[in-house]
């Protein structure tokens, strides 16, 4: 079965860059994607990659994604206080159209 | 622009009683999806419908059923209520299940908690 696994806990100082990395198993997933989750809210796309492609920017954020390792990542560049939060990879695949999450990443950044 | 709307927000219930949580999708999205987010942990998908159909079943529980009505909204009920059901469940919303992309918006969330 698919399983989505991330580091818990990352901080970093404000300015710097955040890289968020995120494993998965399921060699058939479609689209990878990138959610942000803030306390007692619900959960934000912030980005997405097709499994096709190996890289993605969207302003301050840079996708990496190596098929044959499995491995996402998310680069925030010139992380701000406001991102702290928590992020969320997951996964699509062909069997279905739900989402299969990672445990999530609590981002924390230090004025 | 309208998001996915979820009610109630809070929800509060003893063990054993029933609850039911409702979702309405943003207009024109014909297809639901509900997930259930424990404490500390990730979303695990329930279930989805599309076209008032299920189209995708994950790891709901037996005493738990859902539905899609006629104008899209759906309702998740959930019966004979355990502690282990004190959960933030997610709703949300898209338009071309399988087409591209296919994002999913997603509602505020009910937490529901089972004393």
């Known amino acids: 079965g698919e399983d989505v696994e991330q580091s818990l806990f990352l901080s970093v100082r404000e300015g710097d860059s955040s890289v968020i990395n995120c494993t998965y198993t399921d060699s058939s997933s479609t689209y990878l994607y990138w959610y942000k989750q803030e306390p007692g809210a619900g959960l934000q796309l912030l980005t997405y990659i097709f499994s096709n492609m190996d890289m993605k920017q969207d302003q301050r954020l840079t996708v990496l994604l190596n098929k044959k390792d499995k491995h996402l990542s998310l680069r925030i560049a010139d992380t701000q206080t406001g991102d702290s939060a928590i992020y969320f990879c997951a996964e699509k695949n062909n069997a279905g159209n739900m989402l299969t999450f990672g445990g999530g990443t609590r981002l924390m950044v230090k004025p | 622009a309208a998001g996915v709307i979820q009610s109630p927000r809070h929800l509060i219930k003893e063990k054993r009683e029933t609850a039911t949580l409702k979702c309405y999708p943003i207009?024109?999205?014909?297809?639901v999806y509900w997930y259930q987010q424990g404490p500390g942990q990730d979303p695990q998908f329930l279930i989805s419908?599309?076209?008032?159909?299920?189209?995708d079943k994950g790891s709901i529980p037996d005493r738990f059923s859902a539905q899609q009505f006629s104008d899209y909204h759906s309702e998740l009920n959930m019966s004979s209520l355990e502690l282990g059901d004190s959960a933030l469940y997610f709703c949300a919303s898209s338009a071309e299940p399988g087409q591209g992309i296919d994002e999913q918006f997603f509602g505020p969330g009910t937490r529901l908690t089972v004393l």
């Open positions: 419908f599309y076209e008032k159909m299920q189209s």
């Open positions: 207009p024109r999205h014909d297809t």
